[in-house]
């Protein structure tokens, strides 16, 4: 389809847990590098033969603790999408640092929720809502937390007319303890509130999916009469070795998306695999 065709889908690349480094030749527990891993998702991006809307990176954008040399690391991978005009949304998760960030990505205008980096974007056929859940920088837990919340009721309350899907960095249990690979079970927390949050959004029709990272895996979970989730897997690389690395791509439309996961291993079985979800 043309560009400016009204009919088509809006279409996302979906990326999270980059983890870079202000030194670039850090590499993952399992010997990868990080920032090698982004660049290649980065060429990808660009090789996309039809246009895309935008580009969301969903947390831990930062490898440890979100100094402000990661994220000067992170602004010079990501200049070849700046350089193509796509649209970078960026949210915050466990390892970022909030002030460091905003010195090195600053934003225009201040957010609708004070010291909370909150982003809302009205696509052709959805408004994505990217929320905060950085609760301090180099703990593993999220939050949410009270006002955010409060934000979030009062603009779904006045905001029904159109889908809408949310993204943050934590998943919405409070913990998980199927993440890493083996027998012992490690308890990896999530969102401290996440059960507040999942009542809450799922009481209003109009949100559709409930898109995260932070694990480190790739995982769909259709709603039906709840929100989708959607599990985000890491550009740079997974808690298990044998889960894919790479990025998302999100097309969507007025009554679903579709998305396919575009795995840098090629060969790895879920690879290029497309699954459609319908809006409830």
Same mark, same amino acid.
């Given at each position: 389809?043309?560009?400016?065709?009204?009919?088509?889908?809006?279409?996302?690349?979906?990326?999270?847990?980059?983890?870079?480094?202000?030194?670039?030749?850090?590499?993952?527990?399992?010997?990868?590098?990080?920032?090698?891993?982004?660049?290649?998702?980065?060429?990808?991006?660009?090789?996309?033969?039809?246009?895309?809307?935008?580009?969301?990176?969903?947390?831990?954008?930062?490898?440890?603790?979100?100094?402000?040399?990661?994220?000067?690391? !992170?602004?010079? =991978?990501? +200049?070849?999408? /700046?350089?193509? *005009?796509?649209?970078?949304?960026?949210? &915050?998760?466990?390892?970022? $640092?909030?002030?460091?960030?905003?010195?090195?990505?600053?934003?225009?205008?201040?957010?609708?929720?004070?010291?909370?980096?909150?982003?809302?974007?009205?696509?052709?056929?959805?408004?994505?809502?990217? !929320?905060?859940? =950085?609760? +301090?920088?180099? /703990?593993?837990? *999220?939050?949410?937390?009270?006002?955010? &919340?409060?934000?979030?009721? $009062?603009?779904?309350?006045?905001?029904?007319?159109?889908?809408?899907?949310?993204?943050?960095?934590?998943?919405?249990?409070?913990?998980?303890?199927?993440?890493?690979?083996?027998?012992?079970?490690?308890?990896?927390?999530? =969102?401290?509130?996440?059960?507040?949050?999942?009542?809450?959004?799922?009481?209003?029709?109009?949100?559709?999916?409930?898109?995260?990272?932070?694990?480190?895996?790739?995982?769909?979970?259709?709603?039906?009469?709840?929100?989708?989730?959607?599990?985000?897997?890491?550009?740079?690389?997974?808690?298990?070795?044998?889960?894919?690395?790479?990025?998302?791509?999100?097309?969507?439309?007025?009554?679903?998306?579709?998305?396919?996961?575009?795995?840098?291993?090629?060969?790895?079985?879920?690879?290029?695999?497309?699954?459609?979800?319908?809006?409830?």
């Amino acid at each position: 389809m043309k560009p400016d065709d009204p009919t088509r889908a809006d279409r996302w690349a979906l990326l999270s847990d980059p983890h870079i480094d202000a030194d670039v030749s850090a590499v993952s527990r399992w010997g990868e590098s990080l920032a090698w891993n982004l660049r290649k998702v980065v060429g990808e991006i660009l090789a996309e033969r039809e246009p895309l809307d935008g580009v969301i990176i969903n947390g831990d954008c930062a490898h440890i603790k979100g100094k402000p040399g990661d994220y000067r690391a !992170l602004a010079d =991978l990501l +200049e070849p999408l /700046r350089e193509a *005009g796509l649209p970078m949304l960026l949210t &915050l998760g466990n390892h970022d $640092g909030r002030a460091a960030f905003r010195d090195v990505f600053p934003r225009k205008e201040p957010g609708p929720v004070p010291d909370r980096l909150v982003t809302v974007v009205e696509g052709r056929w959805v408004i994505w809502l990217l !929320l905060d859940s =950085l609760r +301090e920088a180099g /703990r593993v837990e *999220g939050e949410l937390g009270a006002s955010q &919340l409060d934000w979030l009721q $009062g603009y779904l309350a006045e905001n029904r007319s159109k889908p809408v899907i949310l993204a943050a960095h934590h998943y919405p249990q409070t913990s998980r303890d199927d993440i890493f690979p083996g027998p012992a079970k490690i308890d990896i927390p999530g =969102l401290l509130d996440g059960e507040e949050f999942l009542r809450m959004a799922n009481a209003h029709p109009q949100v559709k999916a409930y898109v995260f990272g932070h694990s480190h895996d790739w995982r769909v979970t259709a709603g039906g009469a709840e929100m989708h989730q959607i599990n985000l897997p890491s550009s740079s690389y997974a808690f298990n070795p044998s889960r894919p690395v790479g990025w998302v791509l999100a097309e969507v439309g007025p009554s679903g998306m579709v998305l396919e996961l575009r795995a840098l291993d090629r060969e790895h079985p879920e690879h290029g695999r497309r699954q459609e979800l319908k809006w409830r």
